[in-house]
């Protein structure tokens, strides 16, 4: 096949799956922001199945990238037609099928008001994002995701537009919440009536996301074309499983996408903080001292009978038991189908992809467990080795003795409070905007303490052995 693109579709030769619709007759209605990994292994996959039944018509995407580094995305998907490759890989083996839903790529930089454009354009119904759980912060720049979306919802509301749905796809508790506020907050003063017309007409779905997306590899793209014979600049691996669930509240119509498994119901929140609180926590805990012990991939951490162990109880005896039941879902089956998940030795999770960003990570997937604990006055203990195991990670010097680069927003202020505290979690635990009012806890405060000195007297896997006999 070679290089990819509309002309080179569909190889009998091969066992990849190529869109079987007529590409070129699809048209838009979708326009994403923060066209990743996670979005092109996901959304971007239900869209193409429901355009495969037949069903998804008016509901392409276009993507949209917003930050200077976006411009390697469009120089990888617009000479291919913006088709990419998807691999899903575990231990059966690879399945692979060429994804056709996002048919056009715009890069803001370069043109924010050709962005604005397709943003004002009737057709589109629906803005989803990822930007990541940091996007969420005030940010007032008219080039950041909400920036546009104020100016954009603005223009419509001029013309007589009727709106379109905004569609958080990060992992936040109550992401469409979250991304109303962060867009009235953008709007804030300088426009009331812009103000009362988004609260009054613009739809805000939560929903809940999942599907384990490895950063792709120089690795990964021979994979493809040594195994698929196809020629992908930035093809994606992830994992067979997949999960999405949507509070049904949308502006102006959206696809029929309980057709290809996508569940809809009038309340995410149970979902969403069984899956923040059960994997991404599950994953944070791994990864700062997964890192510690010398580990490069998850799979390689959960293979470790002691890490195995620690993440069972920390799931079972700590976090779990806070959690109000989920309905429809069998608790006990989820948590069995996390640690297979995690164990996938196939897809080469890194350990750095879950590190970085700790501090917009860290806050929303394990500490709400530690508060609720904290004042329901349940065992803490696991959970705040997890935490001890980010600060002493976020020292920036790995057991060895290595310096290396914290990837953080933050990165500067929390080595100092880390380094500054050392065995003392204080330094840290003031900063209460991340840790909240958790230093106010003596009991925590020591216990997070111990752990500590621990971790810095005898490493990441005899504290674990330690503290799990
Ligand atoms: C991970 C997530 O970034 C992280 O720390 O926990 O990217 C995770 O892989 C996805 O949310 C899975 O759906």
Known sequence: ??????????????????????????TNGIVHIGVGGFHRAHE????????????????????????????????????????????MRDADGDK???????????FGPDNPEAVLEVLVAPETRIVSLTITEGGYGFDSSPQSAFGYLAEALSRRRKRGFSPFTVLSCDNLQSNGDMAQAALLAQVQGDDPDLKSWIKANVAFPNCMVDRITPQTTAADREMVSREFGIEDAWPVVCEPFRQWIIEDKFSS?????????????????????????????????????????????????IADPLFFE????????????????????????????????????AIKDQVTRICLDGSAKVPKFLLPSLHEAVSQGRPTRLLSLAVAGWMRYLTG?????????????????????????????????????????????????????????????NGAVSTLAQTLA
């Open 397 to 457: 010097v790995d057991e060895k003795g290595r310096e290396f680069s914290l990837n953080d927003p933050r990165a500067d202020m929390l080595r100092a409070s880390a380094r500054q505290g050392k065995t003392d979690p204080r330094p840290l635990l003031g900063q209460t905007d991340l840790f909240g009012d958790l230093g106010q806890s003596e009991a925590l405060v020591t216990q997070v303490g111990v752990f500590l000195a621990q971790l810095h007297a």
């Open 310 to 345: 620690f993440i069972r109880r920390l799931i079972d005896e700590e976090i779990a038991p806070l959690l109000a039941p989920v309905p429809g879902i069998d608790l006990a089956e989820y948590k069995k189908t996390l640690l297979r998940r995690f164990a996938n030795p």
């Open 1 to 26: 096949m070679g290089k990819l693109n509309l002309n080179s579709l569909s190889d009998p030769s091969n066992s990849v799956v190529y869109p079987r619709y007529d590409r070129r007759a699809v």
């Open 96 to 106: 692979a099928r060429v994804v056709g839903s996002i048919t056009d790529y715009l």
């Open 44 to 87: 971007a996959v239900y869209i193409d199945d429901l355009l495969t039944l037949g069903r998804g018509d008016g509901w392409g995407i276009c993507g949209v990238g917003i930050r200077p580094s976006d411009a390697a995305m469009r120089e990888a998907l617009v000479p291919q037609d913006c088709l990419y490759t998807v691999v």
């Open 253 to 301: 119509g959206r696809p029929p996408l309980e057709m290809v498994g996508v569940q809809f119901t009038s309340d995410v929140h149970p979902y969403e903080l069984m899956k923040l609180r059960l994997l991404n926590a599950s994953h944070s805990a791994m990864g700062y001292l997964g890192f510690l012990a010398g580990f490069e991939y998850i799979h390689e951490v």
